[in-house]
Nanobody
Framework: VQLQASGGGLVKAGGSLKLSCAAS????????VGWFRQAPGKDREFVAA????????YYADFVKDRFTISRDNAKMTGWLQMNSLKPEDTAVYYC?????????????????WGQGTQVTVSS
């Protein structure tokens, strides 16, 4: 599976962005899709994940009620809708996919990674 993340950009605090994660090579339908981010000088951290059927949505505490993860298996695409953005959300955002259940915030369980898309939130 090859993943391509897109949709990043520069936005003012309080604004919104919608990131996309397009898959190719193999069907995405059997994979958990996750979003992670890495700010300058910091470790990469979990943001959100969605299981293969969209019945399970998982969020880091710092994005609950602001970010929404979704997917369309027929389109082989996942999304991360980000609202009420804050300067501390500035980071490179990565999408990832893996065939597993549970421990959705564990980076080691995600076998496939996209290249990342930059999100910059100005104050």
């Amino acid at each position: 599976v090859q993943l391509q993340a897109s949709g990043g950009g520069l936005v003012k605090a309080g604004g919104s962005l919608k990131l996309s994660c397009a898959a190719s090579g193999r069907a995405l339908s059997s994979y958990t899709v996750g979003w992670f981010r890495q700010a300058p000088g910091k470790d990469r951290e979990f943001v959100a994940a969605i299981n293969w059927s969209s019945s399970g949505l998982y969020y880091a505490d710092f994005v609950k009620d602001r970010f929404t993860i979704s997917r369309d298996n027929a389109k082989m695409t996942g999304w991360l809708q980000m609202n009420s953005l804050k300067p501390e959300d500035t980071a490179v955002y990565y999408c990832a996919a893996g065939s597993f259940v549970g421990d959705y915030d564990a980076q080691s369980l995600y076998k496939y990674w996209g290249q990342g898309t930059q999100v910059t939130v100005s104050s």
